[in-house]
């Protein structure tokens, strides 16, 4: 009777719940990133590249018979050649798994204490309540990265021997990746903290009105993509030469492999912020607000290190996945001197560029919506009590919600297509060498359109961190 009556969605979704009708609606890729983020969702398809990468090009490491083909027949060699290409193909998921376990113990390991009235009342309270919090959040990426390398040396060892050179090669591959992610975030930490001066420096050129501020917040992301860029530039070089592309490849799963504890600090930034705002919503204390915007600023910094280690290693990923697809289409070099080929990178590095537009505007298209929905309930609900004479009515919140789910499937659509279409439209117009082209454009752009834009955007915001807490006008007054 009830399916009859209310239909069947509805009945499905009763009886099933919420979540499941969900998930059976709108895809189980739609509900994963709704449910655990965006972040979480890219890094986990960033994750599974990287193995991918890394099983793909396991044959390629040994070489075989000098010419990257297995040995022939059924003898010693050969079988000590499946082996090892079984040991290869299987390191990659051990990393992952013990690197789930070290993020488990990273995550706990974060531990703070409740500051004093005594420093509470200091001056510069908010600069050390912020360096306590990034030195706890640091210590578990720290510690989790450390374990994840103790135990790495132990699965390498176990299945190639402790004696091989091979074990420590990649090892040596696994410990660069999580440096360079380390070195990232902690260059990622000075350029969006408002303890160090890049941010400062933004909010100082606020005195002066809005282009000072805009101009320096784009130069502060501009420049940035140095230091990240160098770091990534001495990784891939030392992988090469320990491990080819396959080192490179377990690089990547390197960085990632403490992925729970870095993501936890990337979803940290959002919770302190939404927090404030039920704070502020709800008329709390004055205090409570003050405590909200200075976690809000902290999860600024770890959201913007959170994403570098996520462009990091889609970097040493994309560069392994490119040796993949030269080695399944035999393809031995990328001639950027062709016209064809050279044509191909440009037409590539305008794509991150092109998806970035695409996204940005469609934010923009979804917010002014939801903008215009809630006026329209403040209006005919009179939630705001404007009107004396009508009863303030309730929120239609599964409205807005509608409005944002349906943006966020529908306005995708677009990136989504093109990002099929353009890799065929490369190689059945050119070649494959051309196609190999346009990934390199592809890469190369978007790692610099990536870190500009994650860090000038958490610089800005902890800018206006910095002076809603009164930073600026200190530093006004010292002047």
Known sequence: YQRRVHGKQWYQ????????????????????RRVHGKQWYQRRVHGVGSIIAAIQLAPALLQGDGNGNAPDGTGSDYQQYKAD???????????????????????????????????????????????????AINWAIRGAALLSTILTLVTCGLLFGFSASITYQLWGCTIVGLVSGLAIGEFTEYSTSFMH?????????????????????LGV???????????????????????????????????????????????FGPVADNAGGIAEMAYLPEEVRETTDGLDALGNTTAATGKGFAIG?????????????????????????????????????????????????AVGRSAADMIGEVRRQFKEYNLLGTDP????????CDTCIAISTKASLQEMVIPGFLAI????????????????????????SGCMLAIYMANAGGAWDNAKKWIEAGGLMKAYNKE
């Not at 013990?98 to 009235?117: D, K, L, Y």
């Not at 439209?425 to 060498?433: A, R």
């Open 13 to 32: 979704r009763r009886v099933h719940g919420k979540q499941w009708y969900q998930r059976r609606v709108h895809g189980k890729q739609w509900y994963q």
């Open 85 to 135: 290409i079984s040991a290869l193909i299987a390191l990659p998921f051990w990393m992952a798994g013990f690197g789930i376990m070290c993020s488990i113990v990273g995550i706990f390991a974060v531990r703070t204490s409740e500051p004093s009235e005594e420093e509470k009342a200091a001056e510069d309270f908010s600069d050390k309540m912020q360096h306590k919090l990034l030195g």
């Open 197 to 217: 001066k890049p941010t400062q420096s933004i909010a100082k050129k606020s005195r002066f009105g809005h282009a000072g501020s805009i101009i320096q917040g």
């Open 221 to 267: 992301g501009m420049i940035t993509t140095s230091v990240p860029v160098m770091i990534l530039f001495a990784a891939i070089i030392a992988c090469y030469s320990l491990g080819n592309m396959y080192g490179i490849a377990i690089a990547a799963v390197g960085m990632l492999s403490t992925l729970g504890v870095t993501l936890a600090t990337d979803a």
């Open 313 to 361: 290693s889609a970097v040493l990923t994309s560069l392994a996945l490119l040796a993949a697809f030269k080695t399944a289409a035999s393809i031995t070099t990328i001639d950027v001197s062709k016209s064809t080929v050279l044509a191909a990178a440009l037409f590539g590095a305008m794509l991150p560029s092109i998806f970035a537009a695409l996204t940005m505007m």
């Open 389 to 396: 004479n009508r009863k303030i009515g309730t929120p239609d």
């Open 421 to 444: 279409v353009a890799p065929l439209f490369i190689g059945y117009l050119l070649n494959g060498e051309s196609l190999g082209g346009m990934l390199v454009g592809g890469i190369t």
